[in-house]
């Protein structure tokens, strides 16, 4: 999905890739209990830990990339769904009918918009790039991304085909997805195809 960035339909020449810079932070590995049955749980053994570890290793071996880690809040624990509480609340549920499903182990990540921000702005103070192609969808980055483009880089958003605020389009210099878009049918055109983030 990032080399697909490389290129363009004005510009098919491949460029130079200088980095992939990827953010995250380690998984949970402490241990609890759930809040109903009481059953003890080993975070560091859950399916999502092993991948998240796993998938880290890799991104570390991998060339042209660097792996960059927050942190995860100490101030963490259970906490009841969304639509599981608005149930308890209009009395449709009691307290007796939930179940250790119902709950979700609710940890904040810590670091990782700062981390993002820092290198935007040593890449475009060094003028090491003349692109930066960021692929999120919250409003997080428009500091970044105003700093990025006065100093003339060229500030392209990857969404991942999620919809953006219309007021974010003035903060960068191109909307453009790579990945495939789950909500067409395969080779199914759609608007973002035609929106090329090198126009004139």
């Known amino acids: 999905m990032c ?25 949970v590995t402490k241990k609890a209990h ?11 053994k859950t399916p999502t830990a092993l991948f998240r570890t796993r998938l880290h290793d890799e991104i570390r071996r991998l060339r042209k990339t660097a792996l ?9 624990g259970w906490a009841l769904r969304p639509e599981r509480l608005k149930a308890l609340l209009k009395g449709d549920i009691a307290v007796a009918n939930l179940a250790d499903d119902d709950f979700f182990y609710d940890v904040k ?12 702005a040593s890449l475009a103070f060094k003028h090491q790039v003349d ?16 700093l990025a483009r006065r100093e003339g880089i060229d500030f392209v958003l990857d969404p991942m085909w999620h919809p953006i605020h219309p007021s974010l389009n003035e903060h960068i210099d191109g909307l453009r997805s790579t990945c495939p878009n789950p909500a067409r049918p395969r080779g199914e055109p759609t608007l973002a195809d035609d929106i090329d983030p090198d126009f004139p």
Request: glycine share 6%; net charge positive.
């Open 109 to 120: 990540q810590k670091g990782v918009d700062m981390r993002v921000g820092v290198d935007i």
């Open 68 to 76: 960059r880690l927050g942190h995860l809040s100490e101030d963490a």
């Open 3 to 27: 080399a697909s960035h490389l290129t363009s339909k004005s510009n098919p020449a491949r460029r130079e890739l200088y980095r992939i810079f990827f953010y995250d932070c380690p998984p």
């Open 34 to 44: 759930w809040p109903i049955t009481r059953r003890a749980i080993d975070f560091s």
């Open 131 to 146: 692109q930066i192609v960021l692929i999120a969808g919250d409003a997080d980055f428009v500091p970044a991304a105003k």
